[in-house]
């Protein structure tokens, strides 16, 4: 298999993890994740030899490949969820816990970018909420705020681990390890912070970029509609502020880490003022997605 796997080795705790996700995938949709070749366990470390996935990852095509063939792509990316989350989709309320974990890194965030704490303030009689009184109200909020159905994760899904073989016109789904059920909307949110933080800033490919988002968004709001999912605005803002947050200790360069840490505190902020209203009446702005 030398020329044909990929060898893993760390924790054994991550390392079967991810075997029984990869197993699980299997089960599920065969071919959509790789095989399993060889697993190893000892007392403190484990390996894994995986299959390699042969074609491009999707952030290579977005940036290189024509229109035409790049929405073909797409087509094929879209049925493949649509199956995936229609296969696995599981009736009962799902929690999410975005703010969390923002919180969790928190300490890491302000290592690299200090600034992106805000401290309470007041302006005559009114108060503005600092990052961490912000961040506490969000967590209260979203205790209460349930997706209607789970359906299986990647958990982890960023375009780079979304692999396209042209020569078999599938996708490939790698770097399983936080697969697990859950709310289709925390991979969505991944998807679309993906995009948006490519650090690509040439107007043509930018737009490139801003279509890629705004086509993705659209059929996650398709999805939602057609299976009466009523929440998603405001499950999406959530999990839109904890991936521009969350991203910026990734992000040197400055006004672009503070563009994602202000489009956060946006995101967060909208969500208190609507506290106490319908969640299906919560609007999510798509111009938060677009740079």
């Known amino acids: 298999y030398a020329r044909e796997s990929v060898y893993k080795e760390g924790n054994p705790e991550k390392i079967r993890k991810e075997k029984e996700n990869i197993e699980k995938w299997s089960s599920i949709f065969p071919g959509l994740g790789p095989r399993v070749f060889s697993y190893r366990e000892e007392k403190t470390s484990a390996s894994l030899l995986v299959e390699f996935l042969h074609g ?3 952030d290579e095509l977005i940036l290189t490949v024509g229109d035409d063939a790049l929405d073909g792509v797409f087509v094929i990316l879209e049925e493949t969820l649509r199956e995936v989350w229609e296969t696995t989709r599981n009736a009962g309320l799902i929690k999410s816990d975005y703010v969390r974990q923002i919180q969790k890194r928190m300490d890491k965030i302000r290592a690299v970018h200090p600034e992106f704490f805000r401290p309470e303030s007041e302006v005559g009689s009114a108060r503005v909420d600092g990052s961490e009184r912000l961040l506490d109200r969000c967590a209260r909020i979203e205790n209460d705020l349930h997706a209607p159905f789970s359906v ?3 958990g982890d899904f960023n375009t780079n ?3 396209f073989d042209n020569a078999t016109e599938r996708i490939h789904f790698v770097d399983l390890l936080r697969s697990a059920d859950g709310d289709y909307v925390q ?3 991944v998807f679309l912070l993906s995009n948006f933080r490519m650090p690509v800033f040439e107007e043509k490919l930018r737009g490139r970029l801003n279509r890629v988002i705004g086509r993705y968004f659209d059929f996650i709001a398709e999805f939602a509609q057609e299976n ?11 999990g839109l502020a904890r991936s521009f947050y969350t991203s910026t200790r990734f992000e040197m360069n400055f006004d672009f880490a503070k563009e994602m840490y202000l489009r956060a505190h946006f995101l967060l902020e909208k969500i208190v003022h609507h506290e106490g209203k319908p969640w299906s009446q919560f609007h999510l702005p798509a111009s938060v997605l677009y740079y």
């Open 161 to 163: 681990n979304i692999v």
């Open 187 to 189: 991979d969505a949110s």
């Open 152 to 154: 299986f994760i990647h």
């Open 56 to 58: 491009c990852t999707l």
């Open 228 to 238: 009466g999912d009523e929440t998603l605005g405001a499950r999406m803002a959530f």
